[in-house]
T-cell receptor
């Protein structure tokens, strides 16, 4: 089954404790992206990647890092999480030929205390 | 500044009562406009892509249209299972491959 998976689905952590949210897709997609979704603000793009070893900032990259060492994986790293990073996070992927049809993962709900 | 605005924020309809959702955008050169559906607790699900003014796409009870300033998502004779949040997003030529989402319209269809 074609899908985007994220882990963990739920995470409660404390300020300053480094964490990684994993994202994996099994569709051989080149384009992958991370979004955060907050009430009243909608979905905002954090980082995106056009292909392996190619990453670019979205609209809200501060406080986040990403890497794209393999085509299928695109982890989101929070080196020193802060309470304002409490949010619902989505990973998405799409192919180069149909870049606009993004497939989204199920989401990761992160709470930073 | 590139912007995407959706209206109304929320809409309640009776089953069978047709209506339209609006997505207005301000970008310097549109590469594409997208509609997604999002159910509570789930990731968005792709519906349509529109590329140029005058283009229309249909899927079951949904039809999306595009002008130079806005897009409409028309819902004909909706059913309760059409209840969801509908998101509009744009990709602007000036923004490389970044995508801007609107805040969405929460649609509730009453049986």
């Amino acid at each position: 089954e074609a899908q985007v998976t994220q882990n963990p689905r739920y995470l409660i952590t404390v300020t300053g404790k480094k964490l990684t949210v994993t994202c994996s897709q099994n569709m051989n997609h080149e384009y992958m992206s991370w979004y955060r979704q907050d009430p009243g603000l909608g979905l905002r793009q954090i980082y995106y990647s056009m292909n392996v070893e190619v990453t670019d900032k979205g609209d809200v990259p501060e406080g986040y890092k990403v890497s794209r060492k393999e085509k299928r994986n695109f982890p989101l790293i929070l080196e020193s999480p802060s309470p304002n990073q409490t949010s619902l996070y989505f990973c998405a992927s799409s192919s180069h030929t149909d870049r606009n049809e993004q497939f989204f993962g199920p989401g990761t709900r992160l709470t930073v205390l | 500044e590139d912007q995407v605005t959706q209206s109304p924020e929320a809409l309640r309809l009776q089953e069978g009562e047709s209506s339209s959702l609006n997505c207005s955008y301000t970008v310097s050169g549109l590469r594409g406009l997208f509609w997604y559906r999002q159910d509570p607790g789930k990731g968005p699900e792709f519906l349509f892509t529109l590329y140029s003014a005058g283009e229309e796409k249909e899927k079951e009870r949904l039809k999306a249209t595009l002008t130079k300033k806005e897009s409409f998502l028309h819902i004909t004779a909706p059913k309760p299972e059409d209840s969801a949040t509908y998101l509009c997003a744009v990709q602007a030529i000036s923004r490389d491959d970044k995508i801007i989402f609107g805040k969405g319209t929460r649609l509730h269809i009453l049986p």
